[in-house]
């Protein structure tokens, strides 16, 4: 043999090892379990909750090597005992569960900016706020920018991203959320630039922005939450998740990481498939379901109290509540209008939440009064011209086709609108006290502290002189609640206060 031959037959025996072991590399399997807006710590019909939710997660982390547990915002309102905790209750049992990482979603700015970052800041985990930016410009306080993680060799980046329109369904305060596209993209590219193989956004997103970002395609993965659809979607190159809501369902990512030689160099590859795991169908976990059990013994104490009783049907259902008059819409501001003394009151769809009917000669509770009005918000006073009237219900019927949350709800005055006219011209008439609006003259109007700072779009309240300010104001619920005691037995009932135009 000559020595240039001996010379190869070192060098083939030295690299053999090396080109072996990269050969019989096998792929990295994570799995990611996602859920979304998950504020209701108890199970309901035997679906949800957390204790099934950790049913769940046990028997992931117990099959599998590599499990993420991932939330898409919405988690500290507006549940029952957020009116109590403003959500204190929710995040130690997510520390509970432990979860990974998350997203702020647009109820976490129910109680404002400080709340938001008390919460965060009481967190066992990671709290991503990419977009939320403070006074200052920076990110808000507590929150992360950014979170990677390693998995078998992989770096997988996360951000998040809060939905624009927290701006008018919150209360965010001096918060503004920047672009969620532009803010995407940035991050997107600084993650891989960092060595990220994978990039997932968890993004507490409206439908129109969830198809736009995947339509961007900057992250690889979108864990979505906000419109509590369960759906899954890949097109190749980006993935899109969302879980329908309260842990009804957890969606598991089991996603293959790889790296493969092309063209003479090492790629990273990637695929997901999804599970729809139905939470019925697990069983709860037991220590869990003591954490929550205690939790519901102190709402007990303080809501399973009998304020009196029905004799009509009373319909809370979200779709009622959004695109016409109620009962329970005419209960609760017939409340607030007494309560303050106002010529009129008016309150959004979107803050009755119970979602259900109450049968004639249903004995009512405050229970049933903190689930239809969870979010903590006060009465307040305003004076307002007919003209700042009539832009309001311009404002509540503009988006009768989306179910939006704005719905207005009133007493002491009758509306006459189109819903077929283009939005912004759909009020034909309004009657206050039996006469006709007049646009220059002042009245008092008795409104909720959240649109009197210009929520749901209502920004002609912004701006109108405070009678009743929310430092002075008094709860809707506590309101409600002794309207219904003071009575003993109510019969609300659809009078034609919100009448459609013929055609």
Do not use: C
Not at 61 to 68: E, S
């Amino acid at each position: 043999m000559t020595t240039t031959s001996f010379r190869r037959l070192l060098m083939a025996s030295a690299l053999t090892p090396l080109f072996a072991f990269a050969a019989a590399a096998e792929p990295v399997h994570l799995t990611i379990l996602h859920v979304n807006d998950l504020d209701r710590m108890e199970e309901s019909g035997g679906q949800g909750g957390m204790a099934r939710l950790m049913g769940v997660v046990n028997a992931e982390r117990a099959a599998r090597d590599n499990v993420l547990l991932t939330n898409g915002g919405d988690a500290i309102s507006p549940s029952l005992m957020s009116g109590f905790d403003q959500g204190a209750h929710m995040i130690d049992l997510y520390n509970a569960a432990g979860f990974d990482v998350m997203v702020t979603g647009n109820h976490e700015y129910d109680f404002g900016p400080a709340i938001a970052t008390q919460r965060i800041g009481e967190a066992n985990f990671p709290v991503l706020a990419s977009n939320a930016i403070d006074a200052d410009g920076e990110i808000l306080d507590g929150a992360v920018r950014t979170w990677t993680t390693e998995v078998g060799g992989f770096t997988i980046g996360f951000f998040g991203l809060t939905t624009l329109s927290t701006a008018v369904k919150s209360s965010p305060g001096s918060i503004t959320f920047a672009p969620v596209e532009a803010t995407s993209e940035t991050i997107a590219q600084e993650l891989r630039d960092a060595g990220a193989d994978l990039v997932i956004a968890i993004a507490h997103t409206d439908l129109g922005e969830d198809e736009r970002l995947r339509q961007l395609a900057a992250a690889d993965l979108i864990l979505s939450g906000d419109d509590h659809i369960l759906s899954t979607f890949y097109n190749g190159n980006v993935a899109f998740v969302e879980s329908a809501s309260q842990a009804d369902y957890v969606t598991a990512i089991d996603l293959t990481l790889d790296r493969v030689e092309r063209r003479g160099r090492e790629r990273f590859v990637w695929s997901p498939a999804f599970r729809l795991i139905n939470t019925a169908t697990v069983e709860p976990d037991a220590a869990m379901a003591e954490k929550v059990d205690g939790y519901l013994e102190q709402l007990s104490a303080e809501l399973d109290v009998e304020i009196g009783s029905t004799t009509t049907e009373i319909d809370s259902r979200r779709q009622s509540v959004r695109t016409g008059e109620t009962a329970i819409g005419n209960l609760i501001t017939d409340a607030m209008r007494t309560a303050v003394g106002a010529d009129v009151a008016i309150t959004n769809g979107g803050g009755i939440r119970a979602d259900k009917i109450y049968e004639p000669g249903t004995t009512l509770t405050r229970r049933d009064i903190q689930s239809e009005l969870p979010f903590g918000n006060k009465t307040v006073l305003l004076e307002l011209d007919g003209a700042g009237i009539t832009a309001a219900l311009e404002n509540g019927f503009s988006a009768i086709e989306d179910v939006g949350g704005r719905f207005p709800h009133v007493s002491g005055m009758s509306v006459v609108y189109d819903p077929n006219a283009a939005a912004g011209s759909r009020v034909v008439s309004v009657d206050i006290g039996g006469m006709a609006l007049d646009p220059g003259k002042t009245y008092t109007v008795a409104t909720n502290d959240f649109m009197a700072n210009g929520g749901d779009g209502y920004s002609v309240f912004s701006g109108a002189p405070n009678i009743i300010d929310p430092a002075a104001a008094k709860l809707m619920a506590a309101q409600v609640i002794e309207h219904i005691e003071a009575a003993g037995t109510i019969s609300p009932e659809v009078e034609g206060r919100l009448q459609v135009a013929t055609q």
